[in-house]
């Protein structure tokens, strides 16, 4: 029997490592994904796998397709595809580190890492901004009906956003909290948030069709810089899709508040493979 892999559906860890790897030119795809199975649990490591593997296998996943580079006024956001993405879970950043690099060499010399980034859950679950994440998320059944496709495969979007915090910090607080749509100081949503704020951009049960998704974000640093390494799971791309076409302002060309201080570097989307059998269930590449 299939299942989700379960770190998906799990609470967020108090750190993480993201891995963001590149496909080799001419090299044994199917001997990388092999290598993949063997280094990826589902749990402590959840895997997203993009269009580049799949399509040098000459095959097709359903629902898997290029992020969008969506240009609404004055915002841009970058797609930036990647072949294979990887979520470590931890709770000690040398382990992280340690794993990080088992696996690194573990898919050499057919998955390159370009990328990698360390996480971390900030005060309970707040982002950077002091504001907390993933309230309105579904949860349990809801949950999986949100982000689990009915063969236990997900989507998921990433996008790592970068804070220009000297900006946010120039706002009153009624300004910040204007950005966002709720209170930060007790997370209330604010009855009379204007059109731009991010919980009325983003509203899930305001789109039609009703537009769920399981957030799984947590916060990036690295140096200096910083921001929300933001991570959707879904059983499509479509309600993630729809909610950034609205944050841009393609729908009625307002743009979402949170464009004021922070910003997108990188956006792609994977497929999330269930797990058989306690291992990757690749069979959809293979059949
Ligand atoms: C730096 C980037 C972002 C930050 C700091 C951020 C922060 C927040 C915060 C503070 C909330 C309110 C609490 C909650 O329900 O979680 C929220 C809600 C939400 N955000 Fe974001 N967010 C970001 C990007 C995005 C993006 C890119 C999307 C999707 C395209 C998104 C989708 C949502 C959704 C669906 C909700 C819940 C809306 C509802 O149904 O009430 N967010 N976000």
Redesign the pocket.
Known sequence: MSTPQAGILQPLPPLARYLSFSLAPDSDVSAGLAALQAVVDGERTVAGIGLAPVSALGRKVAGLKPFPPLNGPGVELPSTPFALWLWLRGEDRGELLHRARHIEEALAPVFHLEESWDAFKHDGGR?L?G???????PTEEAAVEAAIATDGSSFV?V?R?I?DFRRLEAMQPEERDDC???RRSD?E?LDDAPASA??KR?????FTPE???L?R?LPWAEGREA??M?V?FGHTVDA??A??RR?VGLEDGIVDA?FRF?R?LSGSYFWCPPITDGKLDLSRLHD
């Open positions: 982002d901004s504001y907390e994440d993933g309230t309105e998320n979007a996008q956003w804070h966002i749509g709720r997370n949503e991010h919980v983003t509203a899930q049960e305001s537009a769920f998704v957030r974000s921001g929300l933001f959707a993630f899709q909610q950034m944050m949170l922070t997108p």
